[in-house]
């Protein structure tokens, strides 16, 4: 309106949780607000308060169009303000700050309850760890010899003998650090608008550069454990690190693209694109991956444990309900999704929505909060788990860190059937798709955060203990 811009909402959607439900409106009436000074528009602006909107559900079409009658009305008002002065009271503009003050308090909140939550633990479990301490190394000196070792020491011949299946192990962590490292590179130069951000295609093509350029990552972490392990066979650990997601993304990925062919849309890439794709990684990522490899197995050192471990493996008890393997998934996996759901939404809408997402400083912070939520989440499940006398903590500490993968694909289901309005075979498919790959992100990268958490907390507690 004079060069001047009007910003106003064209509906809204009314919500219900229980039962879930929703109707849409559209505003047919819209109201402007004109503030002038003599012969020139100052200011402009548009509203729909007191007005009833136009449902628009149940609404039957019978020739696939419909009649709807729109109104207006205008209001001028003389201002003081100079016609100098249009652009700062455009600036002063609330109608997207409110937006942004809402999105910065939710993260705020989740913020502020993932501190008091992790303060809390921290200081629970300290004491417990300071009174189990001084309870096992007053019977080690023979002071209260009369006590039965119970708990996480008597099981400390016991706690670092190596895990089955090393070689996949090593290849999960190492796929897990390269994410770690690509999720933190690309939100940084999204932060630094080191491409445009409102370009999906720049997005994705940071992604697949990152990831190939990240290879050398996965294979140093994979290698380097693999050789600390014992492991021996590190060329097929390497080539496993640089199948362990590329194999998988590669199936899902030909899925998906081949129903795109078939219903001839234009989101199916072309041969040239994926044979490019194919060379990115053959001749990129994997030499990096083997690189990372052969320079993570030279630096590497024999795993020094704090504990002799003894050839024969201890009974391992039966255990509580609320100490088995699912509760602690359960708990593990929910308490991480919690701080990133109002994030989650977000970053939902951009992929599958036509919401453009911008505010790249708000997700750094929420990334290191996750990574902080689940590593104090991962000490405290580990420390419940020795303590009933369980030593399998390598993989389970995986496990319950990565469980927030499957709370994250519940959010997806959630969000196809209730928000996105996602309907037919290719959409259907794309959709699950590309989200069960990024649920299986979620997994690698989390567990990997939760395993060295744990590794770090029970060297930590029995390094400090006093053995015979």
Not at 431 to 446: A, E, I, K, Q, R
Request: with cysteine.
């Amino acid at each position: 309106l004079d060069d001047l811009r009007v910003r106003g909402f064209v509906g809204r959607m009314q919500e219900f949780l229980f039962p879930h439900r929703h109707h849409l409106y559209l505003w047919t009436h819209h109201h402007f607000r004109i503030e002038y000074n003599g012969d020139k528009i100052i200011y402009a602006s548009i509203n729909t308060t007191h007005h009833t909107p136009f449902r628009l559900d149940n609404v039957t079409m019978s020739d696939g169009s419909m009649q709807v009658e729109f109104t207006y009305s205008v209001e001028w008002v003389p201002t003081d303000y100079a016609y100098s002065d249009r652009d700062t009271l455009q600036k002063k503009s609330r109608f997207f700050r409110k937006n942004l003050e809402i999105h910065w308090l939710s993260v705020f909140n989740s913020a502020l309850l993932v501190v008091l939550l992790m303060g809390f633990m921290a200081i629970i479990l300290m004491r417990v760890l300071k009174s189990d301490m001084a309870r096992y190394n007053e019977e080690e000196d023979g002071e209260n010899g009369g006590v039965d070792d119970v708990g996480w020491k008597i099981i400390h011949s016991d706690v670092f003998r190596l895990p089955a299946h090393k070689s996949i192990l090593c290849a999960f962590l190492g796929c897990g650090a390269q994410f770690l490292a690509l999720f933190l590179g690309l939100i940084l130069m999204a932060w630094l608008d080191v491409f445009n951000v409102h370009k999906h295609g720049a997005m994705n093509t940071a992604c697949v550069l990152l990831y190939a350029l990240t290879s050398g990552v996965a294979g140093y972490v994979s290698a380097h454990f693999f050789r600390e392990l014992d492991g021996h066979n590190w060329v097929w650990n390497v080539v496993l690190t640089s199948s362990l997601f590329a194999v998988p993304f590669f199936f899902i990925w030909s899925f998906v693209n081949s129903v795109a062919w078939y219903n001839q849309s234009t989101q199916a890439l072309p041969f040239t694109t994926i044979l490019l794709l194919m060379l990115v990684w053959a001749l990129v990522g994997f030499p990096l991956t083997v690189i990372g490899g052969i320079s993570g197995r030279h630096h590497a050192e024999p795993f020094k444990a704090p504990c002799r471990t003894k050839n024969v493996a201890r009974e391992i008890p039966a255990v509580q309900w609320f100490y088995s393997l699912p509760v602690r998934m359960l708990v593990g996996g929910f308490l991480p999704f919690s701080s990133i759901s109002v994030e989650l939404y977000y970053v939902f809408a951009t992929m599958w929505g036509r919401q453009t997402y911008t505010l790249y400083g708000i997700l750094l912070i929420v990334f290191f909060i996750v990574i902080s939520m689940t590593a104090c989440i991962a000490v405290v499940l580990t420390y419940f788990q020795l303590r009933s006398e369980d030593y399998r903590w390598w993989w389970q500490s995986i496990f319950t860190s990565g469980a927030t993968g499957l709370f994250v694909l519940l959010y997806s289901i959630f969000y196809f059937s209730y928000r996105s309005q996602m309907s037919g075979v290719l959409q259907t498919v794309q959709f699950f798709g590309y989200t069960m790959l990024v649920c299986y992100v979620f997994f690698l990268t989390l567990g990997t955060v939760g395993f060295f958490a744990s590794l770090r907390f029970t060297r930590y507690i029995y390094s400090n203990l006093k053995m015979d």
